[in-house]
């Protein structure tokens, strides 16, 4: 008898789980509006931002310009350019 009371008491939970995540599986449609497949959200996390051509141009001009200034530096005996003395 007391098995069975315990497997009616399984039974009734397992029912009440049920309904529960039928609960959550709806309110999680709701909230994302229904539109995104199980794994969107680590799609997203893993996606890259992508360079505009204007953008990787203007990366490219200031690199350039960035390792003239360094040439001209180090070729006018400035010494090491952006370096930290070494430590004694």
């Known amino acids: 008898m007391a098995n069975r009371v315990i497997e009616l ?3 009734a939970l397992e ?6 995540l039928e609960e959550i599986k709806k309110l999680r449609l709701g909230l994302r509006g229904g539109r995104r497949r199980a794994g969107a959200d680590a799609d997203l996390a893993r996606r890259r931002r992508r ?12 690199m350039k310009e ?3 200034r360094r040439k001209a530096a180090a070729s006018s005996g400035a010494g090491t350019v952006g370096k ?3 430590r004694r």
Not at 51 to 62: F, G, H, P, V, Y
């Open 9 to 11: 008491a399984i039974e």
């Open 84 to 86: 930290k003395s070494a």
């Open 15 to 20: 029912a009440r789980k049920a309904a529960i």
């Open 51 to 62: 360079m505009t051509a204007a953008a990787r141009e203007a990366q490219s001009l200031k």
């Open 66 to 68: 960035y390792w003239a």
